[in-house]
Structure formats: structure tokens, C-alpha cells
């Protein structure tokens, strides 16, 4: 004891160390002093004794990193970090192993080096450990896979991945492709395993999240020149049923297949033929029904427009009483007891017809909003090049490419704005006549 207070700690260490010899002693030695003299010694010596007394160098350490380690009843309690110790163990892989297996174990929050070394170690393989035997390669590798599935794990997820592709870990890789939602690289993994069922069954639990799963699914069996008939087939019935891609597209990504005839798309085809069929007859019976709407509104607004529009109501169309001075006449052909409009949202609307034109006036306005996306419709087309018809189809609805023309009340107020519609007739324009003598009004 008199040794350390003569030469000091470092000089001590030395000559027990590297002069006698004497681990053992040294390691007591360590064991007496406080929390940051040990460590600084553990640090500088850790390598040999660990190469001499493993496991009592082990238990050391773990007490040092734990915050177990207190020699005064004045000492704070501190902790080491494992990370720093990792290298002393260069030569020692299976005490280090139990060294981050405790760490983990009593500090869940370890730093990910830790996690990553002790993921590392797991999937090791050397010619020289015997892991093959009683089953250890295998238990290695479900402790390796439970620490991956481990919520409280910090580990680095690419680095990780890294090391489980570099060792093949196959349940690895596919855990931490789902982890990092990666679903792309799942459905790539198994298309380079050849693995078809497997491929299947990744659409299915991953093509809610990425629809474009079935289409990669699709190219991919078109490429194979072997029988792939009812895998096709079944990639087939989902893309119809998620109206994923269209017929022409499908067509074109089978042609590739020597082996794919007629008969596997002939269903799929006739189905999509017929309800585009069916969706042309719909869409001509609404352009004939816009198209007679159109003339007919054109016929009442010219006639507006060079002829009296004679009022001869005989009943309130609020009240249902018959209609008395004074009276309120709107273009629409609605008449309302004056004090019957009083008691309306507004007395320059028609109660009934308001609805229906504030409906048309908020369209308008949405459709005003439209003319500054001419940069979204050419980032929308640009990403989605496989179907660019239906994307000019709905911004040519939307009304970026055409102006209307809205007349309002005030003389010679004219605005121009965007729309895809036809206006109903005089949808804010309202006439009020005065008290006067006389059945009939005109104008």
C-alpha cells in the first residue's frame, strides 16, 4: 500500500502492469480508488487486464458504467460511458458481448454505438468460433433480431441495415425495411429472391400504403418467361379494382411476356371497355342535356333583352296570400309581398332562387382562384406522365384554360373570370316596383 503513496497511481500501475506483472493486484488496486481516477486507469490499462482477467475486468466495468460504483460515502454517483471501453475488448469478443448484453439490459438508453456494436457482434461470423454448435449461430441471430425489435433500442437504422446486408441477416433487413417504411425495397427483395408468393402477399399488406406496389408487381411477372398466368391474373384484379393503370398501359407492359396471350387480359379488357363505354353515353347524355340548358338559358336572356317582362302574380310565393301593392318582382318570374321580403336574409335576392345562385357565384369563385396554377398543372403533368390525358382532362374542367364573361347589376361593370359552366340567368340582377296604381308591371 505504501507503492502507490511513493510513486504515484500511473507510476504504480506501470511497474505492477507492465514491470511485475501483477494484474491481479493492479485490478484490486482499481477497485479501492474513486469513480474518475478508475476510470482514467481503466481507460489507459483496460486492454491488458481485460486480455489477462476477463471477466473480473467485466464485472469492473460494468459497475463503472452502471452508476454502481461509489468508494466514499462523499462520492456523487457517476457514470461511465460503454462506448469509450469498446476498444480494450479488441481481442475479447465474447466479454464484450456479455459487457453490452448488460449495458442494454441496465441502460436501455445507451447511445446507439453501443446497440450498433452489440447488433454487430451478434451477426459476426468467424471461422474460428464454433457457433454451429448446440444451435449458438441461430440463437445469435434471434438476439439479434429481438434488439432490432426492441422499443427501447437507439441503434442507427442505416447503419444497421448495413451491417445486416453485409451478413445476409434476411429478418433483419426485411424488420428494418419496414421500420424505415422502405416498402419499394420489401417487394425488390423478394423479386431478386425470385420469391413470388412472397411478392403477393407484400402488395397485399403494403399496397393500401404504396398502390404503385401492384404495378412493380406486374412489370415484374411481365418480365418472366415462365408460367405466371394466375399471378398475373391477380395483380390484375387489383389494379382494375384501384383503377391503378390503363388498359392501353397494361397492354403494353405484357407484351414483353412471350408466355402472356390474349385470354389472361381478355376479361380484364372487356370489363374496362364496356364501363368506358358506358361512361361515354353518360358523358354525351349530359352534354346534350348542357347543350339544350345552354340555348334554352340564351332564348330567355335574349328575350330579356328585347322584350317586356310582364308580371301578372296572383299569390305571395312566400305567403301563398294573394299578391297586393306593395310588391316586389324579381327577374326570375318569383313575386313576394314586400313585407314578406322584410323579413328575408336579404330584399335584393329571391328567397327561393338564392341558394342555387350563391352556389353557382362560390364555383365562380373557386374557379377564379385556378388561374395561378399554371405551375401546378405542369408539375402535375410532368409527375404523372403515365396518365398526362386525365390530368389536362381535370384542369381543363377546373377552367384553367377558359374565361367567362359575368355581368353584374351595376351599368357597364364587366369582369372577366375563369369557368367551366354556363351562368344561370340574372343570378344577383332584382327589380323593385314602386306603390302605384295598375295590375300589371313591365319592363
Given at each position: 500500500t505504501a507503492l502507490p503513496i511513493c510513486f504515484g497511481d500511473y507510476?504504480?500501475?506501470?511497474?505492477?502492469?507492465?514491470?511485475?506483472?501483477?494484474?491481479?493486484?493492479?485490478?484490486?488496486?482499481?477497485?479501492?480508488l474513486e469513480f474518475t481516477e478508475a476510470e482514467n486507469n481503466l481507460k489507459k490499462y483496460g486492454k491488458a487486464l481485460v486480455n489477462e482477467l476477463p471477466v473480473a475486468t467485466t464485472n469492473l466495468l460494468k459497475q463503472l458504467c452502471t452508476g454502481a460504483w461509489k468508494r466514499f460515502p462523499t462520492e456523487r454517483v457517476l457514470k461511465a460511458k460503454p462506448e469509450e471501453f469498446v476498444h480494450i475488448y479488441v481481442q475479447q469478443k465474447s466479454q464484450l458481448l456479455e459487457f453490452l448484453e448488460h449495458m442494454v439490459k441496465a441502460e436501455p438508453?445507451?447511445?446507439?454505438?453501443?446497440?450498433?456494436?452489440?447488433?454487430?457482434?451478434?451477426?459476426?461470423?468467424?471461422?474460428?468460433?464454433?457457433?454451429?454448435?448446440?444451435?449458438?449461430?441461430?440463437?445469435?441471430?434471434?438476439?439479434?433480431?429481438?434488439?432490432?425489435?426492441?422499443?427501447?433500442?437507439?441503434f442507427n437504422i442505416d447503419q444497421a441495415l448495413i451491417l445486416a446486408q453485409m451478413h445476409d441477416f434476411r429478418a433483419g433487413i426485411l424488420h428494418l425495411y419496414e421500420k424505415a417504411r422502405l416498402y419499394r425495397q420489401i417487394l425488390q427483395y423478394y423479386m431478386d429472391q425470385n420469391e413470388y408468393d412472397h411478392v403477393i402477399e407484400t402488395c397485399n399488406d403494403h399496397g393500401k400504403k404504396e398502390p404503385n406496389l401492384w404495378i412493380l408487381a406486374l412489370s415484374y411477372f411481365a418480365r418472366k418467361e415462365e408460367d405466371c398466368k394466375d399471378y398475373i391474373a391477380g395483380v390484375l384484379a387489383h389494379i382494375e379494382k384501384k383503377a391503378l393503370m390503363p388498359p392501353l398501359m397494361v397492354v403494353q407492359t405484357?407484351?414483353?411476356?412471350?408466355?402472356?396471350?390474349?385470354?389472361?387480359?381478355?376479361?380484364?379488357?372487356?370489363?374496362?371497355?364496356?364501363?368506358?363505354?358506358?361512361?361515354?353515353?353518360?358523358?354525351?347524355?349530359?352534354?346534350?342535356?348542357?347543350?339544350?340548358?345552354?340555348?334554352?338559358?340564351?332564348?330567355?336572356?335574349?328575350?330579356?333583352?328585347?322584350?317586356?317582362?310582364?308580371?301578372?302574380?296572383?299569390?305571395?310565393?312566400?305567403?301563398?296570400n294573394p299578391i297586393d301593392l306593395p310588391a316586389v318582382h324579381f327577374l326570375c318570374g318569383h313575386s313576394y309581398h314586400q313585407a314578406c321580403l322584410e323579413v328575408a336574409e336579404s330584399e335584393t335576392e329571391c328567397p327561393l332562387c338564392v341558394e342555387k345562385n350563391r352556389e353557382v357565384l362560390d364555383l365562380i369563385r373557386a374557379q377564379e382562384q385556378t388561374t395561378g396554377l399554371h405551375e401546378d398543372f405542369?408539375?402535375?403533368?410532368?409527375?404523372?406522365?403515365?396518365?398526362?390525358?386525365?390530368?389536362?382532362?381535370?384542369?381543363?374542367?377546373?377552367?384553367?384554360?377558359?374565361?367567362?364573361?359575368?355581368l353584374t347589376d351595376a351599368p357597364g361593370a364587366v369582369r372577366q373570370l375563369p369557368a367551366a359552366v354556363?351562368?344561370?340567368?340574372?343570378?344577383?340582377?332584382?327589380?323593385?316596383?314602386?306603390?302605384?296604381?295598375?295590375?300589371?308591371?313591365?319592363f
Open positions: 507510476r504504480y500501475m506501470r511497474i505492477e502492469i507492465e514491470d511485475v506483472g501483477n494484474y491481479e493486484r493492479a485490478l484490486n488496486y482499481i477497485a479501492r438508453d445507451s447511445s446507439s454505438l453501443v446497440y450498433n456494436t452489440l447488433l454487430e457482434l451478434y451477426l459476426h461470423r468467424e471461422k474460428t468460433e464454433k457457433l454451429e454448435v448446440a444451435g449458438e449461430r441461430e440463437r445469435r441471430a434471434e438476439r439479434a433480431l429481438e434488439l432490432l425489435k426492441s422499443p427501447n433500442a437507439t405484357l407484351a414483353h411476356n412471350s408466355t402472356c396471350t390474349l385470354a389472361v387480359v381478355k376479361d380484364f379488357i372487356t370489363r374496362k371497355l364496356k364501363e368506358e363505354s358506358e361512361q361515354i353515353a353518360k358523358d354525351q347524355d349530359l352534354i346534350k342535356k348542357y347543350r339544350e340548358d345552354t340555348e334554352r338559358m340564351k332564348r330567355e336572356i335574349e328575350q330579356l333583352k328585347t322584350s317586356a317582362k310582364v308580371f301578372q302574380p296572383t299569390k305571395c310565393h312566400s305567403c301563398t405542369h408539375t402535375e403533368l410532368e409527375r404523372k406522365k403515365t396518365d398526362a390525358f386525365s390530368v389536362v382532362a381535370d384542369y381543363f374542367g377546373r377552367g384553367v384554360f377558359n374565361k367567362v364573361t359575368l354556363d351562368l344561370p340567368k340574372n343570378i344577383v340582377l332584382t327589380t323593385r316596383t314602386g306603390r302605384g296604381a295598375g295590375g300589371d308591371t313591365h
